[in-house]
């Protein structure tokens, strides 16, 4: 018995020692300290205190809401703490002041409204000796957006110093902290895009918004760096993804351009951004021409707009294997514009391919004055005019002219060789005809420089036609009278030599020793053609 008395009375010393028996009563909520505190962990509280401090909870704890988190500090200096009190999922927090009792000062309150819910609060040292209540925040439902807020103690008052939260769209990422290691914490919005790159904009400045705004780039993309695009649609889209943060992406859109004063382009006109940072941008990019293969054009429109915004028309060059933005210029508005043809207002609309306007040719040739005839074989076109014959096929780039004039006649010794004939042009050209359902389309250009047409498009964009109608048979006479004036009178084989040029039919009995060849040409530019001038 004396031996187990001996045993119990060390162990009850020590179990004093250690606390086990103490009757201090234990507090209904865990009293924390946020990271970033001037003291990370305080002793508890004086029992008097958390006595009073229980009390006070109980006093204002709102009705329906649980308590939730208590932390303190002394946040402005003058040596008694301030207590913050958070009920429920931080629906309400509350902050009042310790000075033998306890005094309520208030909630901390955005100016900007809330529009997201609270998830943490701290007290920081957002610089050396200056302590802040932090309150952190989330977006609510389907929005991803996570921000903050600051509030500084001063007297009685709780000051708002900043809010900091994507309210506009409820997408972003807000965040404190000192993202250039100078000690002082910065407010740090991230802004993340949907675009080509995956940029991600950084944006920073002190934490009360005070002092110049620096940024930096960062690539959400597998490499984390620019990677030039590959594809001329995909250059076009990040140069104009790029103008959502110009002011911080200028450098990169410098590496898209060939000219760079198209970086000034005032793109907001035609595009909008509304969607950068969620969904990207709509836009509908469509490839007009393939003239060469270091030279492409497209179009380029903002979809789903409310009213739709021009197109636009892009020209990107390829210079050392990049495609490059060349030119950027609004297309012409002409779904609208009427035509007329020597006076007479015509029952056709214009389209256009690329920078070229085009007019269906079965309504303005004759109406024009000019009768065009088709080889159904090779299904090309030949057309007289008053000074040539032009021969061309829908969709293909090279066009045949001869030019109906004695200098342009093979006839050194017309008596020695009856086969000599007029000199045939073939040029490659841009502005070719095309088939569009069925319809051939002229272009203008195209008109005006090998049909002899006269065109002028007015202020209100209407295309306005003219052309000198002709007599064929009239025609023939003038050109037989040329031909004696040069070379003296002919017999009737070599007036049939002017007349099979100038012929009203498409075919007759001269054809297949004059024109035979030209169709069939055509149909196999690339090789028949291949050494024809190209049009300037």
């Known amino acids: 018995m004396r031996k187990r008395s001996l045993f119990i009375v060390p162990l009850f010393i020590v179990l004093i020692l250690s606390g086990c028996m103490s009757n201090e009563p234990s507090h209904p909520a865990s009293t924390e300290n946020a990271n970033h505190t001037a003291k990370p962990e305080q002793p508890a509280a004086k029992l008097p205190e958390k006595e009073k401090l229980d009390e006070f909870v109980k006093k204002i704890q709102p009705e329906g809401l649980q308590l939730n988190k208590i932390i303190h500090d002394d946040i402005d200096g003058d040596g008694k703490q301030e207590y913050i009190i958070t009920f429920g999922d931080y629906e309400r927090i509350l902050i009042a002041r310790f000075d033998g009792e306890f005094q309520l000062l208030g909630e901390p309150k955005e100016s900007i409204g809330i529009v997201h819910h609270y998830s943490d609060v701290e007290i920081m040292n957002l610089e050396p000796d200056k302590k802040f209540i932090v ?48 000690g002082i914490f910065e407010s740090v919005s991230y802004y993340y895009l949907n675009d080509v790159q995956r940029h991600i904009v950084v944006s920073y400045t002190k934490y009360d918004g005070s002092g110049a705004e620096k940024q930096d780039l960062k690539y959400g993309n597998d490499n984390k760096r620019f990677i030039y695009p590959k594809q001329p649609q995909d250059v076009i889209k990040n140069f104009v993804e790029n103008f959502h943060f110009k002011e911080w992406l200028t450098e990169e859109q410098k590496q898209l351009v060939e000219d760079q004063t198209l970086i000034d382009f005032n793109m907001r006109n035609y595009v909008s951004f509304s969607g950068m940072e969620d969904y990207g941008l709509d836009l509908d990019i469509k490839e007009i021409s393939t003239d060469e293969e270091s030279v492409k054009t497209f179009t380029v429109q903002s979809m789903y707009e409310k009213p739709i915004k021009p197109k636009l028309i892009f020209t990107l060059n390829k210079v050392s294997n990049q495609w490059k933005v060349k030119k950027v210029e609004q297309e012409p508005v002409i779904e609208q514009s009427q035509i007329w043809i020597n006076g007479k207002k015509v029952d056709a609309k214009p389209i256009l391919k690329g920078k070229n306007i085009y007019i269906p040719m079965q309504t303005a040739f004759p109406e024009l004055g000019l009768n065009p ?27 045949s002219k001869t030019d109906m004039n004695v200098d342009n006649f093979e006839a050194d ?124």
Do not use: C
């Not at 103690?153 to 110093?161: A, D, L, S, W």
């Open 135 to 182: 309150l952190h925040s989330v977006g609510g439902h389907m929005d991803q957006g996570s921000g903050f807020s600051i509030f500084q103690v001063n007297g009685n008052t709780i000051k708002e110093i900043i809010s900091n939260f994507p309210n506009a769209t409820g997408r972003g990422t807000r965040e404190l902290k000192d993202y250039d290691a100078d």
């Open 373 to 399: 005839q088709l080889n159904a074989e090779y299904q090309a076109f030949r057309v007289n005019t008053a000074t040539s014959v032009v021969f061309f096929k829908a969709d293909t780039e090279v066009v």
């Open 413 to 536: 010794d017309i008596y020695e060789n009856r086969m000599r004939k007029f000199k045939e042009k073939a040029v490659w050209i841009k502005d070719y005809p095309i088939q569009v359902n069925d319809k051939v389309y002229i272009s203008l250009s195209f008109m005006k420089s090998y049909l002899n047409v006269n065109v002028t498009i007015d202020k209100e964009n209407n295309i306005i036609l003219s052309s000198e109608k002709f007599d064929e048979e009239q025609n023939l006479q003038q050109l037989y009278a040329a031909w004696e004036e040069k070379f003296g009178k002919i017999g009737n084989s070599y007036s049939n030599t002017w007349y099979v040029y100038n012929y009203k039919d498409f075919y007759d009995k001269y054809y297949s020793f004059k024109f035979w060849d030209i169709p069939q040409n055509l149909s196999y530019a690339l090789l028949y053609y291949k050494d024809a001038e190209i049009s300037p």
